[in-house]
């Protein structure tokens, strides 16, 4: 089992910036892929950025320029700096890494952070 604990969410005014922080612990040996996904009220949630081991990264197109990923593999934790904060970034923000792929894939989640941003 994996256990995802986040930090960082707030309110912000539009142009702000914040930084989300999570921290993985749990019995499984490695880490691999780790990312943020959001959801915003009567939306589906959204893969926003995701980060391997090795520092490979992918962004979802209306964050690119704004929002960078990045990660500490000793602490095995993830970050999401987001600077030029728009209103319709508010949403719930949520930590996930995952094991295995397509049908044999298992997601693991934190327990998902608020961002605001007022205009």
């Known amino acids: 089992q994996v256990q995802l604990v986040e930090s960082g969410g707030g309110l912000v005014q539009a142009g702000g910036s914040l930084r989300l922080s999570c921290a993985a612990s749990g019995t499984i040996f490695s880490i691999n892929v780790m990312g943020w996904y959001r959801q915003a009220p009567g939306k589906q949630r959204a893969l926003v950025a995701s980060?391997?081991?090795?520092?490979?990264?992918n962004y979802m197109g209306s964050v690119k320029g704004r929002f960078t990923i990045s990660r500490d593999n000793a602490k095995n934790t993830v970050y999401l700096q987001m600077n030029s904060l728009k209103p319709e970034d508010t949403a719930v923000y949520y930590c996930?890494?995952?094991?295995?792929?397509?049908?044999?894939?298992?997601?693991?989640w934190g327990q998902g952070t608020q961002v605001t941003v007022s205009p």
């Open positions: 996930n890494t995952y094991s295995g792929t397509g049908w044999g894939r298992r997601d693991y």
């Open positions: 980060i391997t081991s090795g520092g490979s990264t």
